[in-house]
């Protein structure tokens, strides 16, 4: 399974790349916000594309922001043009999946973003998106079932054999992790804190704690 950090702050994506286990980034227009206001400065969108891709060897996610056709392949090449691991990220809409199946004949990978439902799914596979993103956390938050959605995904994509890679996004804890490797899900997309609570388990910290207790107990019994 591969992991993706969700964000564009570059301290971020440094502190998750030095752990070893980063495979890539996504960002979107409210994470390039949060990014401008913690560095304090305005930020060159394009500019910071290129520095995040330059950080990690896997791909990179840059959203476009206009919402027709010919605006979303504009946007597209220019994005797709920065590094090789751009991968351009496109709202599931008409324009957006008509956009994706153009950009897809261009050799241009998309990452078709703000899936909800498995029709929506279907299509972005069929026109060709190299991602899908289903977002899990926004469907909880209104007592619908992310996960549901994405083990219908998975199933249908193995009906058909299409290579869309299922990115499980909008990740609020450990469990969505556990329980979207558990479906097969190719990606997972999450927040720094979300990573380092991967790790975090209270009976590895009582185990240390003692072990290093008893090993200064150990030398202090030692001869000589
Ligand atoms: O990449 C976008 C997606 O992960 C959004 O997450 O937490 O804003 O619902 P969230």
Redesign the pocket.
Known sequence: MKFFI?TADLAEIQEAGEMGVLDGV???P??MKIAAEREGKPLDFHEHIAKICDMVPGDV?AEVTAVDFDGIMEQGRTLAAIRDNVVV?VPLILDGIKAINALAQEGIRSNC?LCFSPTQALLAAKAGAAYI?P?L??LD?ISSDGMTLLQEIIEIYDNFGYTTEVLA????HPMHVVQSALLGAHVA???LGVIKKLLVHPLTDIGLAKFMNDWETFKQHQSG
């Open positions: 969700d996504t960002t979107n409210s994470l996610s990220k973003t993103s977002f956390g926004r938050d996004a909008s990740i609020r997309t999450m927040p």
